[in-house]
C-alpha cells in the first residue's frame, strides 16, 4: 500500500532520477544560498530593505540613486 499525501501517490523513484535530482541540487545550492542571503538581509530590517527591493525591483529612480551612490569608506567623508 502506498502512502498519499492529497490524494497523490508518491513518485515511483529510480537510482536514476534520485541521482538527476542530487545533481539538480548540487546546480541549484549556489543560487540558493545567494537568494538566502537576500532574505536574511531583508528580513533583519524589513521595514526599511523591503521598500528599497521593491523600488529596486521596479525601477524606481530614487532607489537606483539611493543604491549607486558611493558609501563614504572613512569618518572625515562622513563628516562631509
Same mark, same amino acid.
Given at each position: 500500500?502506498?502512502?498519499?499525501?492529497?490524494?497523490?501517490?508518491?513518485?515511483?523513484?529510480?537510482?536514476?532520477?534520485?541521482?538527476?535530482?542530487?545533481?539538480?541540487? +548540487?546546480?541549484?545550492?549556489?543560487?540558493?544560498?545567494?537568494?538566502? /542571503? &537576500? $532574505?536574511?538581509?531583508?528580513?533583519?530590517?524589513?521595514?526599511?530593505?523591503?521598500?528599497?527591493?521593491?523600488?529596486?525591483?521596479?525601477?524606481?529612480?530614487? +532607489?537606483?540613486?539611493?543604491?549607486?551612490?558611493?558609501?563614504?569608506? /572613512? &569618518? $572625515?567623508?562622513?563628516?562631509?
Amino acid at each position: 500500500m502506498a502512502f498519499e499525501e492529497d490524494g497523490y501517490g508518491y513518485p515511483q523513484w529510480d537510482i536514476d532520477e534520485i541521482w538527476s535530482l542530487a545533481q539538480m541540487w +548540487t546546480q541549484a545550492q549556489p543560487v540558493w544560498k545567494r537568494i538566502k /542571503r &537576500l $532574505v536574511d538581509y531583508v528580513d533583519a530590517k524589513p521595514a526599511v530593505r523591503a521598500p528599497l527591493l521593491a523600488g529596486a525591483l521596479c525601477g524606481d529612480e530614487d +532607489t537606483r540613486q539611493r543604491l549607486s551612490r558611493p558609501k563614504p569608506t /572613512r &569618518l $572625515v567623508e562622513v563628516l562631509q
